[in-house]
């Protein structure tokens, strides 16, 4: 909505070869309340005027000699600072209000002057110029906050996903969009988790605790980029990643060996600089999952499949410092790795598999 105090504070250019209708329009303006009037008698300086002081309106006289007013236009629009030239033209010939218009002319004042006609016509061209301008200032934060939300998205899902989210519709005959997923045949999934967090850091704030944990998963960031995983999520003291997603790659277990390797040694390089000890145990299994967002409404990327529980069960079931992982990983792994057999591990409702320990790349 346009206050009147706007419309009134508006800036105002009258441009007319004679003084006395500038004269006459300036005073009527000025006793009507207007604060910001300005007026040249010289056509040649008004696109340069516009463009240093930018009016909210431009009331221009078509019949001048030297430049007439319908060349001024041609200057303003060539030079226009915006989609909306803001002007108001004053006519002695009926011919000339068609192709003013047609110029670009937002509306007309006919000659001789009835000064209650051009304070009406003033006033709403203003206002109509005033809402133009605050449209597309709103426009404008607008696409500020998409590129942000957009930018948002990238971050919190890999682009195949985020595009697909972005042009689909967020609202469906059912209700909000639920699914946006790819399946994968074959990845590996790497599951961490720090042991006992809560025993090694006893007496310390939440605060502190959170940055503890942030500093590590930022580590752990910095090497999953290093070898290509995808970072699936972060909760609470456990840290989800996978390989062969969203771009399937054929080494995929090989990156998530050399990741768990380097975050073994990121842990012992965090435990050398500070006062906490913290004992990390990662997990690894290969195989089928799906991936992608679960909730418009709640962007997040996520992982399912039993890839993902197995994975985990090798982190619980493991040992602290140690990665384990399963005869499904072990066979993936070329002897750049070595690797030491553990037990055969059994887990309810699914059976059970053969573990090895990733001890170390090969010499």
Known sequence: MIADTD???????????????????????RRAGYLSVASTTDPTSVAALHGSI???????DLSMPVL???????????????TYTPVLVLCAEPGHKLRALKAGAKDFISKPFDLHEVLLRVYNMLGVRLLHVEATQLIGRLKDERLMADQLLLNALPPSIANRLKSRPAITERGFIKFVTDSFADVTVLSADIVDSAKSTHGVSLEVMVSLLQDISERFDV???????EKVKTVGDSYLVAAGLPRPVADHASRAASMALDMMAAMKQFNGTGPYRL????????????????DARKV?????????????????????GRIQVTDAICR?????????????VEFSGKGGTQTWFLNSRSV
């Not at 930018?54 to 221009?60: A, E, R």
């Not at 007439?68 to 915006?82: K, P």
């Open 300 to 320: 997040a990327y996520d992982l399912w499949g039993d890839v993902v529980i197995t994975a985990g069960r090798m982190a619980s079931h493991g040992a602290p």
């Open 54 to 60: 930018n009016f909210d309106l431009i009331l221009l």
């Open 332 to 344: 993936r792994l070329d002897k750049k790795f070595v690797l030491e057999k553990r037990d055969f």
């Open 279 to 294: 004992n990390l145990r990662i997990g690894m299994d290969t195989g089928a999952a799906i991936a992608g967002a679960v």
């Open 223 to 229: 090497i999953a980029r290093r070898y290509g995983l």
């Open 7 to 29: 419309i009134f504070n508006a800036k105002i250019l009258i441009v007319d070869d004679q003084q006395a209708n500038l004269i006459l329009l300036d005073t009527a303006l």
């Open 68 to 82: 007439d007013g319908f060349q001024v236009m041609e200057q303003l629009n060539a030079a226009a600072i915006d």
